[in-house]
């Protein structure tokens, strides 16, 4: 039985990015068809991990346990994708555009660009509310690309969480839910 605005969770979503400059960017602002980072296969996954170190006496009487590290990864497989969405995928791509002819040149550590980017997952369900995940990183894991005869090229992305405002927030999880009245 569901209760207290609990819901079941049921499909994929569109995974908007853009560039960071210091603040997100309001919901409406980056939900824009330029924004979409490409058709996702395989849905998207939000991965959260804290560690934590506990003191304790010898004789395990009293103990303590804080918080010392917090990772967010948020991963997904982008189906529709060109030159420009390499270069938002890695920080060393180079993207130039002459006599229609998109080069991308990818390589050398002096050519990292520091860019951050805002990832933002949006869910939609019209039943339940939609749900819209929003962390601001960079692609850590690289990419792959296979070009099969008889499959599609997904490259899987895995953008690694950095803080996004000045309270170290790393992941920004809303949900729609039902007002009264």
């Known amino acids: ?58 004789m395990g009487k009293v103990t303590k346990v804080i918080i010392t590290e917090e990772e967010a990864t948020l991963k997904s497989g982008i189906m529709t994708w060109n030159g420009k969405t390499l270069g938002k995928l890695c920080s060393t791509a180079r993207v130039t555009e002459v006599a229609g002819v998109r080069t991308v040149k990818i390589g050398g550590i002096g050519n990292d660009n520091g860019k951050k980017y805002v990832l933002h997952f949006v869910h939609k369900d019209p039943m339940d509310g939609d749900i819209r995940v929003t962390i601001v990183g960079q692609n850590q894991a690289g990419f792959s690309l296979a070009f099969k005869k008889d499959k599609e090229t997904v490259i899987d992305a895995e953008f690694k969480a950095q803080p996004q405002d000045n309270e170290g927030t790393l992941i920004k999880y809303e949900e729609e839910i039902p007002t009264e009245g």
């Open 1 to 58: 039985m569901v209760t207290d605005g609990e819901k079941i969770v049921l499909g994929s979503g569109d995974l908007y990015c853009s560039e960071f400059t210091g603040t997100v960017p309001e919901n409406n602002v980056i939900e824009k068809e330029e924004n979409l980072l490409g058709a996702i296969q395989g849905g998207a996954s939000l991965e959260y991990k804290p560690k934590f170190y506990e003191a304790k006496d010898d």
